[in-house]
């Protein structure tokens, strides 16, 4: 909800102004860690506000609970029907070693119960983008960049007489990903998201048409979340935090799990204020999967405005939103 201010002689009028739902496509990888779950509690708060509306949610992950994992969540949210695609390529295909994803699956109902049930993700995206109005679309990222490479190399077909990169631009208003890294060095770094499929990350880095919003991996690090969630007695039967319940016992972890993903949800629908500014810069990716600053104003990489642990509260108390 936005409010506008009119002066009126000495007076304001305070007018409350209903946004449009923010239209989403969800690119995951759902397995190798479960930040993914709680990125998906936000977008399934967020829809529930009436903030955004959920179009599809893709793996990019070829691995087999991915799918499954993916109805569950959509399920327990009460939104079963939405459309899940999924990577028919081999790779990647990164397990869920600690376990998360096979608990839910075998506790919670779910429509879709392999990855051979769900849509080839790049048929997905091209049915929908189009049939959305032209750059109404946002793509969240928060796994490979697969399916984004492979979307800008399609050709016209029965869906749209656009190629991919025509049809992205035409279609997508931004891309918002959890991607990329900077260390030490100012200039560089190795992050899981881009080394996995490095030769698709170079592409989309490279070739992508649209604004793209990038929360880097020392963005999510310093944001822990999921404690007051699995400790949270008024939260029962729920996937989401059944997932970090098991995953944090698995890892001995008691103080939280670095956010990542729920970063890229958070400012794909609400914005970067008040929680982040952001620097302007372009990215290379070598062949061994480093991002490399270079010259240029492309991406839009995201830095604090206010502390971790104040953006931290905002993002578990969505992560714990329940169904309605």
């Given at each position: 909800m936005k409010k506008i201010f009119f002066l009126f002689g000495l007076f304001y009028l305070n007018i409350s102004v209903a946004q449009k739902p923010v239209s989403i496509i969800f690119d995951t990888d759902i397995a190798p860690d479960y930040d993914d779950v709680g990125a998906m509690a936000l977008l399934h708060a967020f829809a529930d506000n009436g903030e955004a509306k959920i179009l599809a949610t893709i793996s990019c992950n070829a691995f087999e609970t991915t799918v499954p994992t993916l109805s569950v969540l959509n399920t327990y949210f009460k939104r079963p029907d939405i459309p899940i695609g999924v990577t028919k390529t081999k790779l990647p295909n990164?397990?869920?070693?600690?376990?998360?994803?096979?608990?839910?699956?075998?506790?919670?109902?779910?429509?879709?119960?392999?990855?051979?049930?769900?849509?080839?993700?790049?048929?997905?995206?091209?049915?929908?983008?189009?049939?959305?109005?032209?750059?109404?679309?946002?793509?969240?990222?928060?796994?490979?960049?697969?399916?984004?490479?492979?979307?800008?190399?399609?050709?016209?077909?029965?869906?749209?007489?656009?190629?991919?990169?025509?049809?992205?631009?035409?279609?997508?208003?931004?891309?918002?990903?959890?991607?990329?890294?900077?260390?030490?060095?100012g200039v560089s770094g190795y992050e899981f998201n881009v080394l996995v499929d490095a030769p698709a990350s170079k592409k989309v880095f490279a070739e992508w048409p649209t604004p793209v919003i990038m929360s880097g991996f020392e963005i999510g690090e310093k944001i822990l979340t999921g404690i007051r969630l699995i400790n949270n007695q008024s939260i029962q039967n729920s996937p989401v935090k059944e997932a970090f319940r098991v995953a944090l016992a698995k890892d001995g972890n008691t103080k939280g799990r670095n956010s990542w993903d729920e970063t890229a949800v958070l400012v794909a629908v609400r914005g970067l204020e008040p929680w982040f500014t952001y620097r302007k810069l372009n990215f290379d990716v070598k062949e061994d999967g480093k991002d490399e600053i270079i010259p240029g104003e492309k991406f839009m990489y995201l830095q604090f405005k206010q502390k971790p642990s104040e953006i931290a509260i905002v993002i578990e108390d969505l992560m714990m939103h329940q169904p309605k």
């Open positions: 990164k397990e869920c070693q600690q376990q998360w994803a096979q608990a839910i699956i075998q506790q919670f109902p779910h429509a879709l119960s392999s990855n051979d049930q769900a849509v080839d993700a790049i048929t997905l995206y091209r049915k929908i983008l189009a049939s959305q109005p032209d750059l109404s679309v946002t793509i969240i990222t928060v796994g490979f960049f697969t399916n984004l490479a492979n979307l800008l190399d399609t050709k016209a077909d029965e869906f749209s007489p656009l190629d991919g990169k025509e049809l992205v631009k035409k279609k997508v208003k931004q891309l918002v990903s959890m991607a990329a890294r900077i260390d030490k060095d």
